[in-house]
């Protein structure tokens, strides 16, 4: 049982450049969700979706995009990466709405990205 | 603004003690609470929850407890291990969906339990 899959754990890149990172959850979760987490701060939301070809926008939506077209795959888009955009990017599932089944949101390892 | 607080950075303790880690929050509005431990390089991982309903949820060495009216819970780890050394976050929610459908994260407290 693999969970949620998030790829690739690193990434580097430069300003302007753009990339997609993955999020596959294997566990029929109606809900994923994309956060990120900066240095000594909590866990922002990016976008959320409830169900596949729905979508949300979170708290931090800007500079990036998402699709959700299988209830698996939840891709998260940067475009015209920033130096603002370094931080660690983590994907998450849940069963029910706001994590409110008997085992909350199941997250991915993170990817790590850095702009430079 | 931050509608949920862990203030505490960080907490060392002993072997074998416990441990008792705090988060407060703003939103009146706000009733199911969550923990959630992280090792370095890992995801999150669910630990413990609470409904407002509630003020105690017990799980092993784990248990929330949660005080509406000052807006507090805290989550109590007895006896503390060397592998529960990890960030430590709190989240709560307010049960409506839409543009208020996700989880609030505090900013988290890193625990140390020295052997």
């Known amino acids: 049982n693999a969970g949620v899959t998030q790829t690739p754990k690193f990434r580097i890149l430069k300003i302007g450049q753009s990339m997609t990172l993955q999020c596959t959850q294997d566990m029929n979760h109606n809900y994923m969700y994309w956060y990120r987490q900066d240095p000594g701060m909590g866990l922002k939301l990016i976008y959320y979706s409830v169900g596949a070809g729905i979508t949300d926008k979170g708290e931090v939506p800007n500079g990036y995009n998402v699709s959700r077209s299988t209830t698996e795959d939840f891709p998260l888009r940067l475009e015209l990466a920033a130096p603002s955009q370094t931080s660690v990017y983590f994907c998450?599932?849940?069963?029910?709405?706001?994590?409110?089944?008997?085992?909350?949101?199941?997250f991915g390892s993170g990817t790590r990205l850095t702009v430079v | 603004d931050q509608q949920v607080k862990q203030n505490s950075p960080s907490l060392s303790v002993q072997e074998g003690r416990i441990s008792i880690l705090n988060c407060d929050y703003t939103n009146s509005m706000f009733d199911y609470f969550l923990w959630y431990k992280k090792y370095p390089a890992e995801g999150p991982t669910f630990l413990i929850s609470?409904?407002?309903?509630?003020d105690k949820n017990e799980d092993g060495r784990f248990t929330v407890f949660l005080n509406k009216s000052a807006k507090h819970l805290s989550l109590h780890i007895v006896p503390s291990q060397p592998g529960d050394s990890a960030v430590y976050f709190c989240a709560a929610s307010d049960g409506r969906g839409g543009a208020t459908n996700k989880l609030i994260f505090g900013t988290g407290t890193l625990l140390a339990v020295q052997p």
């Open positions: 998450a599932s849940s069963s029910h709405s706001q994590g409110r089944g008997s085992d909350g949101y199941t």
């Open positions: 609470i409904s407002s309903i509630k």
